[in-house]
């Protein structure tokens, strides 16, 4: 692949078989963003687990400490007081059957959607819609729920989601750039913490293979899991 200019004086910056420190890395990560706007900041983990196995099909969500610099569109699909709950929350829209009907007929204007557990009847005749595109609610990441109210908040508070692709890699947005090292490695800390909790008993040996941060459209930096903590 070939690489534009900015993004090869970056890669200069660093050494591309080096490990760094959590700091280091992210630091160097804010420093290589080739971008002219307020570059996202990601962190990738490959994991030694098989997703294949539903015991380490691993998912969850974190409310990071400094939230990811995005604002995110939240969906709730509920009715009554719950409705009523979301709407003073923050919720962005809040709807039953005429939002389940609007999704069907292509609308996508919202990140997350939330719902509560008598709602999911009808909004699991969408999976086909929504599965592929990682927005059906699931118990598991805190988006089927009584507390609308809470889901809500801590969604437009900086929650994230994370689930492994097929090979068993785990890729999330941590912050921006304008963040700074220590903050994103705040953000890092919760999400390295959250996933060392949720290693599968199954697991033998090493858990965790490696660890890279990136700006978006800057170049990867090998970091020293380790030194996360």
Excluded: H
Excluded at 20 to 26: D, G, I, N, P, R
Excluded at 147 to 160: H, N, T, W
Aim: charged share 30%; with cysteine; aromatic share 6%.
């Amino acid at each position: 692949m070939k690489r534009g200019k900015k993004y090869v004086e970056a890669a200069k910056l660093f050494d591309k078989s080096k490990a760094y420190t959590a700091l280091e890395a992210l630091d160097l990560a804010c420093k290589t963003s080739t971008a002219k706007f307020d570059a996202s900041v990601d962190v990738a983990f490959r994991l030694n687990i098989d997703p294949r196995k539903a015991e380490q099909n691993i998912r969850g969500a974190i409310v990071l400490p400094n939230g990811t610099g995005k604002t995110r569109k939240v969906l709730v699909i509920a009715r009554g007081a719950k409705a009523q709950e979301a709407t003073e929350a923050g919720a962005d829209f809040v709807g039953e059957e005429e939002m389940i009907n609007k999704i069907n007929q292509g609308w996508f204007e919202f990140d997350v959607i939330v719902a509560t557990p008598d709602m999911m009847g009808k909004l699991g005749k969408l999976g086909r819609v929504l599965g592929p595109k990682g927005l059906m609610p699931n118990p598991k990441t805190g988006t089927v729920t009584m507390d609308v109210a809470k889901a809500v908040k801590e969604i437009k508070a900086g929650k994230v989601e994370y689930r492994p692709d097929k090979v068993g890699n785990i890729q999330m947005t941590i912050g921006k750039v304008s963040f700074g090292a220590d903050k994103l490695k705040e953000n890092l800390k919760t999400v390295y913490d959250a996933l060392l909790k949720a290693r599968p008993s199954t697991i033998k040996g090493s858990y965790v293979k490696n660890v890279s941060v990136a700006s978006t459209m800057g170049p990867g930096i090998k970091v020293d899991f380790n030194t996360i903590d």
